[in-house]
């Protein structure tokens, strides 16, 4: 099994996206018109958008599952991003899930603002009804086969105080470990390629639109 190998990590990560219903987020089509993009037979998806070129719009969320390949526990030790690069900002139609925009995703674990000059992770939990709260505390957890473990992030395309760099964000994951007097590093992305979040405080030249029954509006 996966942590014997030494070219192999002694741990796996599976990613879902999670955006929030009850939020405007939803995805820049760059350069497409409503009736370039199909509509989907169910409700959009990140992976539907993804595939067709979407981009993130403002925050990427995902839900991680790690777990370690055998029955000896694999120590996390910090979790951090990298190949983070700025770029010009693309425009296109932008997809929400809904145009009224609503409260935060009600399960939140750690968030990071990914156009700070130093993007870090911050434990986040609410507090006193809807009230958010960044606790500092350190990142350690253990993992194993049978007892994984589960992180909710927030990526956010703003920096500190939530200004907006104008540009797009790539980036990915990086989970620090230890296990077994060994010590290496997990990339997480989105199969391969960086994750893309577009952070902007512009207004597109490209409509916004939402699905209605089998059209956009």
């Keep these: 099994m996966g942590g014997d190998d030494p070219d192999v990590p002694p741990l796996a990560a599976t990613v879902e996206f999670t955006p929030a219903k009850d939020n405007c987020e ?37 839900r991680l599952v790690i777990q370690g390949m055998n029955s000896h526990d694999v120590v996390l030790r910090n979790m951090r991003i990298v190949e983070l690069r700025r770029g010009p900002l693309p425009t296109g139609t932008d997809v929400s899930l809904r145009t009224d925009c609503g409260g935060d995703l009600l399960e939140r674990n750690y ?23 960044v606790i500092k505390k350190p990142f350690g957890y253990k993992v194993s086969a049978t007892d994984p473990e589960i992180f909710a992030i927030e990526a956010n395309a703003a920096g500190e105080g939530y200004e907006q760099c104008d540009c797009l964000i790539t980036w990915k994951l990086a989970l620090d470990w230890t296990h077994k007097g060994e010590q290496g590093t997990l990339i997480v992305d989105d199969k391969g390629a960086s994750f893309r979040t577009k952070s902007t405080h512009l207004n597109s030249p490209y409509p916004t639109v939402v699905k209605q029954g089998d059209a956009w509006k």
């Design 26 to 62: 939803g995805w820049t089509f760059p350069g497409k018109r409503p009736e370039d993009i199909p509509v989907p037979s169910g409700e959009p998806t990140a992976e539907w958008a993804h595939r067709l070129g979407g981009i993130d719009n403002s925050i990427t969320r995902l």
């Design 111 to 133: 968030r990071v603002m990914l156009a700070s000059d130093a993007p870090d992770f911050e434990f986040v939990t609410r507090a006193d009804g809807d009230r958010v709260k």
